[in-house]
């Protein structure tokens, strides 16, 4: 897969995230490079997995209000049942990064599915295990993709959301 310039922000609550997203909207920020990704709190189904990679999905868990704020924002979902992490609801161009790695089988060296496609597409092993953990732990990661000039503009707004951490990755 092919490396990208990634901003990342790691935020302990959902209202963070979405709150973050709405700051990069106002921003000017192209919605289709933005990427989010939680778990979902749903356990009354037993759903094995879904993913659509159009601009629309149907309604996700206990927090479909929160999730489905994001439909029209943010292109591509997929609910996601991984192991160790559990249930994972992706938003963005990670979708069909992930989507990608588990078709071609990417996922290598211990890495959940999640794992496998931030590793692809250019983030160091170490740094993808701590996101990984920081999902397992029900942080929301928030993801911009660009050129330099936008996930540095990216990194701003995150920052100044107060993201518990915010890392930039370039390709």
Do not use: C
């Not at 868990?61 to 609801?89: D, E, R, T």
């Not at 959940?112 to 990661?141: M, Q, R, T």
């Not at 330099?148 to 915010?166: H, M, R």
């Amino acid at each position: 897969m092919e490396k990208q310039n990634v901003s990342v922000g790691v935020f302990k609550s959902h209202e963070a995230a979405e709150a973050v997203i709405k700051d990069l909207q106002k921003s000017g920020f192209d919605m289709k490079k933005l990427s989010i990704i939680g778990k979902d709190y749903h356990t009354e189904e037993h759903v094995i997995g879904f993913y659509n990679t159009g601009d629309r999905a149907k309604a996700w868990g206990k927090q479909g209000a929160f999730w489905g704020g994001f439909f029209g924002l943010l292109f591509g979902s997929a609910f996601l049942i991984i192991p160790v992490l559990g249930h994972v609801i992706v938003f963005g161009p990670m979708v069909s990064w992930m989507i990608s790695s588990l078709e071609g089988a990417v996922v290598a060296g211990g890495l959940s599915a999640l794992g496998g496609a931030l590793f692809s597409i250019g983030i160091p092993k170490d740094s993808v295990v701590k996101y990984e953990d920081a999902v397992k732990a029900s942080n929301f990661l928030v993801i911009a993709h660009g050129t330099v000039e936008e996930v540095n503009s990216a990194k701003e707004i995150l920052n100044n959301a107060n993201a518990d951490e915010v890392s930039v990755h370039y390709a």
